[in-house]
């Protein structure tokens, strides 16, 4: 795994070279960056892989267990967000939902609902508005 995310990040410093901005911090923090994100772009698909096929379907769920969503729907508090979130435009909430429950970042986020990187950031944007203004309500 190591030796992928330093293959990996060798060759975006390479490919991205002539971005280098002197101005902006030295070499060896812009090169730590790049192997940082590196890293986490290749544990994000990890963790994304080893959740998806284990995954059950709701309807098959046999566990006497409550898992932390259903958990969170029993509070207050819980059912506050799941009223509010069901008060948002369907894109906004499947957005939100993706991305603070599952864990996806935009980029996937746009993958995942094939649109463009920056409607899937405004659905984001303005979907957590307003859960914001609903919860405060």
Known sequence: MAEEVLHEAYIKIWNKAGEFQPQKGSPLGWMATIARNSALDLLRKQRRELLAPEE???ETTSSKDPDALELLSR???????????GELPEEQRESILL???????HQELSAQLNKPLGIVK????????RLKRCLES
């Open 99 to 105: 991305a603070f429950w599952r864990g996806f970042s």
């Open 56 to 58: 059950p379907a709701p």
């Open 122 to 129: 405004s659905w984001v944007r303005r979907g957590l508005e």
């Open 75 to 85: 509070s207050e508090d819980g059912k506050a967000l799941q009223h509010c979130l």
